[in-house]
């Protein structure tokens, strides 16, 4: 069963400067840099008339992840993140997923700017 999960972030910029940086792909590669993932990289920024579509892969190191998980996967595993951003009236919203490699599950959901 999903277990629903909310997470706010503040930013001293309104929504459309923060959705104007998610359009340079320097800016989404600082933001991966700045979480300490190993192994982070930009995969695509791809932006279009109707919003930016990104996708991101890193490596979680094993020894931040729950035992239970960590007894699952070897090593360090690989993510793939996809964010597909778009307006939505005066905001911006995005269908989001995350693959981990090894685990047959995703994490999905939306985020809203």
Excluded at 10 to 37: H, K, T
Excluded at 53 to 76: C, E, F, Y
Excluded at 87 to 106: H, N
């Amino acid at each position: 069963m999903p277990k629903p999960l909310t997470v706010t972030q503040q930013y001293d910029s309104p929504a459309s400067a923060v959705f104007a940086l998610f359009n340079d792909p320097d800016f989404i590669a600082g933001r991966l840099e700045d979480s300490g993932a190993p192994d982070a990289k930009v995969m695509t920024v791809d932006s279009s008339a109707d919003g930016v579509k990104i996708v991101t892969r890193q490596s979680i190191p094993a020894s931040v992840l729950p035992s239970m998980v960590a007894s699952m996967i070897q090593g360090d595993p690989a993510t793939e993140r996809t964010e597909d951003w778009r307006v939505d009236g005066d905001s911006y919203i995005a269908d989001f997923s995350v693959v981990v490699e090894g685990l047959t599950k995703k994490i999905k959901g939306t985020m809203t700017l």
